[in-house]
């Protein structure tokens, strides 16, 4: 994902604090042996005439600096999604009711078969291969489709 599209669409306009910030940026890569001055004065005309965030990403593309820059900006991996969260949420009721008509009883009859484990194992086993499921399935399939899409963005200009 580009730098620039966190403000949305690239046919959107430019001012002048964004022309002058990627001046910078070009100054920079010349500074770093990437650009001759020739080069730097060619894309700086174009940057202070492109009216777009697309005309001005046009002369910044093919710079390291400028793609160390992307690779910084790209989102972080995926964390636990949701759905995880509430799912574990959702069977620690069960159990904790369970739980506690067990301790209850525990207190007033003595001791008595430890039966909420009829009630616990199913659910923790269903909750566990979820989690499980989830993590090694579902979201390295995720972060690739996320990689490849912003692979596609990234060539499509």
Known sequence: MSALERYGDRSLRIGDAERTALSELLRSSVDRGYLTLEEYEKR???????KTLGDAEEVLDDLPTYQQILDANEPDSLGTPPWVKWLWFGISIPIGINLGVWLI??????????????????????AGSLTVAERTIMRPAEEKRRRERRQRQRYRR
């Open 44 to 50: 700086v005309g174009v940057l202070m005439e492109a």
């Open 105 to 126: 009883l525990l207190g007033t009859v003595g001791p008595v078969y430890f039966w909420p484990v009829w009630v616990i194992v199913p659910l923790l086993v269903v």
